[in-house]
């Protein structure tokens, strides 16, 4: 299985400021089609996921711009430009290019 | 839009099965496959297998294999997952997810096992 490793693991943010989890994958995350399927979910409290971002960058609609994504091969990034405080909850990444599909641990971003 | 209902929370005793269902709209139902994600309390997100809504063709997590069974009906654009022998680590909130990147979730089931 691919393991995914998220860091950090709880994010203590000021609002306003930036935020940024590292998520990496044990092996190569590209598909035989080119394409690399790196997703990110956010799950605030008391709801279920919602993805955010597909494909590594591609947010997903109605997500604010202040949500980017970025990354190649094993090593991607979620960057937050300025924390809002509904941006509090756990963030997940999840690779969807190989079975099984498999999750980091998710990362918890709370407010300073 | 599209939408996920799942069916409501359940309490099992130890060894019971169960059965959450999850009901799309939306979209074209056979256009897309259905996963199952559950959560324990607490934890994070575990990828439970993946349906093909469009020829049944299903993927299991190795873990479950044996355990678990996902359904489809066609004619209610409705995916089942039944999970069996179920034990007190199987609590956990439920989630159906559509397609292969899980773009939109259901509100998630509770499914608590306790004697």
């Known amino acids: 299985d691919v393991e995914m490793t998220q860091s950090p693991l709880s994010l203590p943010v000021t609002l306003g400021q930036p935020a940024s989890i590292s998520c990496k994958s044990s092996q190569s995350l590209v598909y035989s089609d080119g394409n690399t399927y790196l997703n990110w979910f956010q799950q605030r409290p008391g709801q279920s996921p919602r993805r955010l971002i597909y494909?590594?960058?591609n947010r997903d609609s109605g997500v604010p711009d202040r949500f980017s994504g970025s990354g190649s091969g094993t090593d991607f990034t979620l960057k937050i430009s300025r924390v809002e405080a509904e941006d509090v909850g756990i963030y997940y990444c999840?690779?969807?290019?190989?079975?099984?599909?498999?999750f980091g641990q998710g990362t918890k971003v709370e407010i300073k | 839009q599209v939408q996920l209902v799942q069916s409501g929370a359940e309490v099992m005793k130890p060894g019971a099965s169960v059965k959450v269902s999850c009901k799309a709209s939306g979209y074209t139902f056979s256009s897309y496959g259905i996963n199952w994600v559950r959560q324990a309390p607490g934890q994070g997100l575990e990828w439970m297998g993946w349906?093909?809504?469009?020829?049944?063709?299903?993927n299991y997590a190795q873990k479950l294999q044996g355990r678990v069974t996902m359904t489809t009906d066609t004619s209610t654009s409705t995916v089942y997952m039944e999970l069996s022998t179920l034990r007190s680590d199987d609590t956990a909130v439920y989630y159906c997810a559509r397609d292969g990147q899980l773009s939109s979730w259901g509100q998630g089931t509770l499914v608590t096992v306790s004697s």
């Open positions: 999840m690779q969807g290019s190989h079975w099984p599909r498999t």
């Open positions: 349906i093909s809504a469009d020829t049944g063709n299903t």
């Open positions: 494909k590594v960058s």
